[in-house]
């Protein structure tokens, strides 16, 4: 467990899936940002927080795809699977943002399933 994410979310890590991909719905740009196994996704029982890592996420840092988030469980308002791709399931991810308005997040995870039980289970 990272302690950044542990000091971080006040909560204890839940789940945590290196080397996913993800995509922000926020313009066509974002939407075109390949991220090809350099997200980090990990849930504790109080955030969901999605970043970007290694070389491959220092290369795509620079072209501001808004990969980099930490989402307080409470803001979150769907998460709904959308289709399975190559053993990723592609799970989509709406939340509320601290200046107003929505996100969604494309997660591909190749832990979908039990991504969306802890997560339905700590919103139920």
């Known amino acids: 467990m990272s302690a950044e994410f542990d000091s971080m979310s006040h909560g204890s890590l839940l789940f945590q899936e290196q080397y996913a991909m993800a995509q922000s719905q926020k313009n066509g740009w974002t939407k075109s940002v390949n991220t090809w196994k350099c997200i980090t ?11 970007l890592h290694g070389l491959f996420g220092l290369l795509v840092k620079p072209f501001n795809a808004d990969l980099d988030h930490s989402v307080p469980i409470t803001d979150i308002r769907s998460v709904v699977k959308k289709k ?23 997660l591909y995870l190749k832990r979908g399933e039990e991504f969306l039980n802890f997560l339905g289970s700590m919103r139920s």
Do not use: C
């Open 41 to 51: 996704v990990s849930l504790s029982a109080t955030h969901l927080q999605v970043k």
């Open 84 to 106: 399975s791709y190559f053993g990723y399931n592609e799970i989509s991810v709406v939340f509320s943002l601290p200046n107003g308005g929505e996100r969604e997040l494309l």
